[in-house]
């Protein structure tokens, strides 16, 4: 089991910017491939981003491509999510999850077989 934590969700105005963070206990996420998932009230769960371990493939939802930039940050050990040019339907609760297989194929429809934290919440107010 890895117990993932998000940080960096808040309320911020349209055409703003946030940076989410994820980390966890020591240097294990530097192992893992991470995906960010997000969860909208009355909205299907969507995966965001997502960053494969070893070679740090980049994988983006049409949604935020262009927007949101995913990274490593190595030397404190976590996975942020730069969200740029954020709109109100950016709105959700956000989630990093491990990701067992690299990012490769359907990385976005893998929620239920990874470990995820318990969210952080982000609000674009219009």
């Known amino acids: 089991q890895v117990h993932l934590v998000e940080s960096g969700g808040d309320l911020v105005q349209s055409g703003g910017s946030l940076r989410l963070s994820c980390a966890a206990s020591g240097s294990i996420l530097d192992y893992y491939s991470i995906a960010w998932f997000r969860q909208a009230p009355g909205k299907e769960r969507e995966g965001v981003s997502c960053?494969?371990?070893?070679?740090?493939?980049?994988y983006y939802a049409d949604s935020v491509k262009g927007r949101f930039t995913i990274s490593r940050d190595n030397e404190a050990h976590t996975v942020n999510l730069q969200m740029n040019s954020l709109k109100p339907e950016d709105t959700a609760v956000y989630y990093c999850?491990?990701?067992?297989?690299?990012?490769?194929?359907?990385?976005?429809?893998?929620?239920?077989?990874?470990?995820r934290g318990q969210g952080t919440q982000v609000t674009v107010s219009s």
């Open positions: 999850t491990t990701d067992f297989y690299g990012c490769a194929g359907t990385w976005y429809g893998r929620w239920d077989k990874n470990y």
């Open positions: 960053i494969a371990s070893g070679d740090g493939r980049t």
